[in-house]
């Protein structure tokens, strides 16, 4: 039986995708590219809006971490990501590179979906 007060990955990205974060990223040659658009880019072209962190509910080494985006282009999108020991760390190298200024922590989503 599921817990209501359980958040997984894939029902944050589904309240995500319906507010308009349709887009997926994925890393290619040191840059995130779009899974729409096919597009490539820099840490300097992304905002990370919003971040969750999940430990998995039987095995706590199964970490994973969802980064809502926006590119300075207007996409939005979802960025689904191990981290902990199963990390990539190009992917990582990447996401620190992406100036402070770009990092929020904005309520994207309605306060009741939070919780």
């Not at 209501?4 to 590219?33: A, C, P, R, W």
């Not at 430990?55 to 300075?72: A, C, H, K």
């Amino acid at each position: 039986m599921e817990n209501e007060f359980t958040k997984h990955e894939i029902g944050y990205i589904k309240q995500y995708e319906k507010l308009g974060y349709t887009d997926s990223y994925h890393m290619v040659n040191g840059h995130l590219k779009s899974s729409n658009t096919e597009k490539e880019y820099s840490p300097n072209d992304i905002t990370i809006l919003k971040e969750h962190r999940y430990e998995g509910m039987s095995n706590p080494s199964d970490m994973s971490i969802l980064y809502v985006l926006r590119t300075l282009d207007g996409g939005k999108g979802t960025l689904l990501t191990a981290y902990g020991p199963d990390a990539d760390t190009d992917l990582f190298e990447f996401i620190n590179a992406i100036p402070d200024e770009n990092v929020k922590d904005e309520n994207v989503l309605p306060p009741d979906a939070e919780k």
